[in-house]
C-alpha cells in the first residue's frame, strides 16, 4: 500500500498515518521527521536546512528528494509506504512521479486533510503550550508568527497538488 497523506500543519498527518501504518504494516516516511533528526544530529543536511526550518519556510526540492530517495530504497518501503509532509511543491510531485516510474511502482490513494485555519492555529497553539507546561521540548516552529509562514506555504505551495493529484484520479 502505497500512500501519500496531504494537508496543512496541524491537520494530524502523523495521527493519521501512525494509524494507517498500522494497519497495513507499512513504514511512516515524515520528512518533518527526518529533516528535525538531521537537524538534531548536525549533519551536513541538518546544518543547511535548521534556519529555513524554524522560520516556516520549505527546505530546498533537492535536499527532500535526496533525503526521500534514499529512504524508499531501504528494505522496509519495498512492501509500501505512508508519506507525510512530501511531497510539498509541484516539482518535488513530478520528480516523485518520475522516481515511482523508474521504480515501476504505483500510488494507491493520496488522501488529503482539509481541516479550517483558526482550529489549525488553535492546536499547535495548544500542543505548544501543553508541551512546555509538561516540560517537554516546543517545536521552534510552533508558534503563531511561523505557523502564519506555514500555512501560507502550504496554500502556495502544498494545495495545488490536490488537483493534480485528482487529475490522475488518486
Ligand atoms: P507541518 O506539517 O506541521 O508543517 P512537518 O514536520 O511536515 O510539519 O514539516 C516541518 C518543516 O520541515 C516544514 O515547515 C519545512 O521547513 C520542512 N519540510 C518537511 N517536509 C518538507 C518537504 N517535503 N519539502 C520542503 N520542506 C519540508
Do not use: W
Not at 496543512?8 to 518533518?32: C, D, F, W
Not at 518501503?77 to 515511482?100: E, I, K, Y
Not at 501560507?152 to 490536490?162: E, F, H, I, M, S
Amino acid at each position: 500500500m502505497r500512500i501519500v497523506l496531504l494537508g496543512p500543519p496541524g491537520a494530524g498527518k502523523g495521527t493519521q498515518a501512525k494509524r494507517i501504518v498500522s494497519e497495513y504494516n507499512v513504514p511512516h516516511l515524515s520528512t518533518g521527521d527526518m529533516l528535525r533528526a538531521a537537524v538534531l544530529a548536525e549533519t551536513c543536511i541538518g546544518l543547511k536546512v535548521r534556519e529555513t526550518m524554524e522560520s516556516g519556510q520549505l527546505v530546498p526540492d533537492t535536499l527532500v528528494l535526496a533525503a526521500v530517495i534514499e529512504r524508499i530504497s531501504q528494505s522496509d518501503s519495498q512492501r509500501g509506504f505512508v508519506l507525510d509532509g512530501f511531497p510539498r511543491t509541484m516539482s518535488q510531485a513530478t520528480a516523485f512521479d518520475d522516481l515511482l516510474v523508474t521504480e515501476g511502482l504505483e500510488l494507491d490513494h493520496v488522501i488529503e486533510l482539509h481541516v479550517d485555519e483558526n482550529v489549525l492555529l488553535d492546536r499547535i497553539l495548544t500542543r505548544a503550550r501543553e508541551t512546555k507546561e509538561g516540560g517537554g521540548l516546543v517545536r521552534p516552529d510552533d508558534n503563531y508568527e511561523t505557523m502564519k509562514v506555514r500555512l501560507d506555504a502550504y496554500n502556495r505551495q502544498t494545495a495545488p497538488l490536490v488537483d493534480y493529484y485528482r487529475s490522475k484520479s488518486l
